[in-house]
C-alpha cells in the first residue's frame, strides 16, 4: 500500500459503527464517509437517544421517574420536530419510552426498565466519556464514547434501546464492546438491553473481545486497501457493488447512489 490511503481521504479516526457499517455494506461506507452523504435518522434512533438521555438524568442523582420522562420526550421531540416523520410513530415511540397499557397488560416503559436495571450499580462515575484506541501504528485510531462508567465495580455499561431483547450480544455490539473493553484497560463491558416490557443485562465474554478486535483490525485494514485504488472518492465508490436491500440505506444515500452508479437503486 503506498501512502497513507486514510490521510489521503482526510480520515484520521475511525468508530466501532464506521467498521460495522464498512463491514455490513462497502457501498453505504463510501457514499457517507468520502461523499459526505448523511445516513438518515430514524424513530428508533431517536428514540434510543431520548431514552439513553431520560436514564442518565435519573442515575445521576435520586431523580423522581416523571422528570426523568420529561428529559427523555424532551429529547425525543426535539430530534424529532423537523424529520418529517408519521405522528402515529412519533406517538407510539413517545409511549414506549414513558410506558403504556392494553386491553391485557401493563408496560413500564424503556425509561423505568433502563432505570431498574441500572439502578444497583449505584451512581456512574462518568456518562459519554471517550476513549482512544490504537490498533496499529499505520492505521488511524478508534474513537468511541462509552455510555456508562462504573469506576468503583470496574463496569462499564453499554445501553441499547430496543425493540426485542436479543439473546446473545450481536457482532456489531460485540465489537462495539471490543473496543472499549481494550481501550479501558480489560475491565468488563456489559450490554444492557431494554424494551418497554423489559430488560436483560450480558456481559462480553473475553474470547469473544479478543476475536472482534481482530476483526476489527483486519476491517480497518481493509478500509484502507479500498481507500488506495483512486485518488478519485467517485471512483473508490465505483469500485464497489451496492446492494439496495441492505436496511442501512437512507434517502441521502439512495440520491447519492443515482450520481455515482449508471443504474439507480430501486425505490423502497
Not at 40 to 49: E, L, N, R, Y
Request: charged share 25%.
Amino acid at each position: 500500500m503506498n501512502g497513507d490511503p486514510f490521510k489521503k481521504f482526510n480520515i484520521r479516526w475511525l468508530s466501532a459503527s464506521s467498521l460495522n457499517a464498512f463491514r455490513s455494506s462497502q457501498s453505504v461506507w463510501c457514499l457517507q464517509y468520502l461523499l459526505g452523504a448523511k445516513g438518515g435518522v430514524s424513530i428508533p434512533m431517536v428514540k434510543g437517544i431520548a431514552g439513553e438521555d431520560g436514564i442518565a438524568f435519573a442515575l445521576s442523582g435520586d431523580r423522581p421517574i416523571e422528570e426523568a420522562h420529561e428529559v427523555a420526550l424532551t429529547t425525543f421531540d426535539a430530534k424529532t420536530a423537523l424529520g418529517g416523520f408519521a405522528p402515529e410513530a412519533k406517538e407510539k415511540a413517545r409511549g414506549e419510552l414513558v410506558g403504556y397499557s392494553t386491553s391485557r397488560t401493563s408496560y413500564p416503559g424503556i425509561i423505568a426498565n433502563g432505570i431498574a436495571a441500572l439502578r444497583e450499580y449505584g451512581p456512574p462515575s462518568s456518562h459519554g466519556e471517550k476513549i482512544k484506541l490504537s490498533l496499529a501504528d499505520d492505521l488511524p485510531a478508534l474513537i468511541g464514547y462509552k455510555d456508562f462508567s462504573y469506576d468503583h465495580i470496574g463496569v462499564d455499561v453499554d445501553l441499547k434501546c430496543t425493540s426485542r431483547i436479543p439473546s446473545v450480544i450481536s457482532p456489531d455490539h460485540a465489537l462495539q464492546g471490543a473496543i472499549y473493553w481494550r481501550a479501558s484497560g480489560n475491565r468488563a463491558q456489559r450490554f444492557c438491553y431494554v424494551t418497554p416490557a423489559d430488560f436483560k443485562v450480558y456481559e462480553l465474554d473475553v474470547d469473544v473481545a479478543r476475536n472482534a478486535l481482530q476483526q476489527a483490525e483486519h476491517i480497518a485494514r481493509q478500509i484502507g486497501e479500498l481507500l488506495s485504488r483512486s485518488d478519485d472518492p467517485v471512483e473508490v465508490c465505483r469500485s464497489t457493488v451496492p446492494d439496495f436491500s441492505n436496511f442501512r440505506w437512507s434517502e441521502e444515500t439512495r440520491a447519492a447512489a443515482a450520481d455515482v452508479w449508471d443504474f439507480t437503486p430501486t425505490p423502497k
